[in-house]
Nanobody
Framework: EVQLVESGGGLVQPGGSLRLSCAAS????????MSWVRQAPGKGLEWVSA????????WYADSVKGRFTISRDNAKNTLYLQLNNLRLEDTATYYC????????????????????WGPGTQVTVSS
């Protein structure tokens, strides 16, 4: 059974930092690219970042470029997202998502491009 479980969210002041983790199990993590997608209150899904299967290439939404860093540890089957210089508008539930196909890096929030999602972790940026 495929499972994705996010952790690391919380309440942080503007300018602060958090590190999100996504523990993966039930599939061969090392052969899939992975993505982070977020959903702010009352808004739709927004793709945030993606990383290829080996971790050598990364992609970011313009809204987070230069502030967020995606990484992965294939030995630990874990995906990470380092959030720095957080802004009020980064408040959202953050999801890790597994693309439906190997060797495909998804840079979209379209639900049909992913076949598994975690339950999400809440990030709240507030002063």
């Amino acid at each position: 059974e495929v499972q994705l479980v996010e952790s690391g969210g919380g309440l942080v002041q503007p300018g602060g930092s958090l590190r999100l983790s996504c523990a993966a199990s039930g599939f061969t993590f090392s052969i899939y690219a992975m993505s982070w997608v977020r959903q702010a209150p009352g808004k739709g899904l927004e793709w945030v970042s993606a990383i290829n299967s080996g971790g050598s290439s990364t992609w970011y939404a313009d809204s987070v470029k230069g502030r967020f860093t995606i990484s992965r540890d294939n030995a630990k089957n874990t995906l990470y997202l380092q959030l720095n210089n957080l802004r009020l508008e980064d408040t959202a539930t953050y999801y890790c998502a597994k693309p439906a196909h190997t060797l495909v890096v998804e840079t979209t929030a379209r639900k049909d491009k992913y076949n598994y999602w975690g339950p999400g972790t809440q990030v709240t940026v507030s002063s």
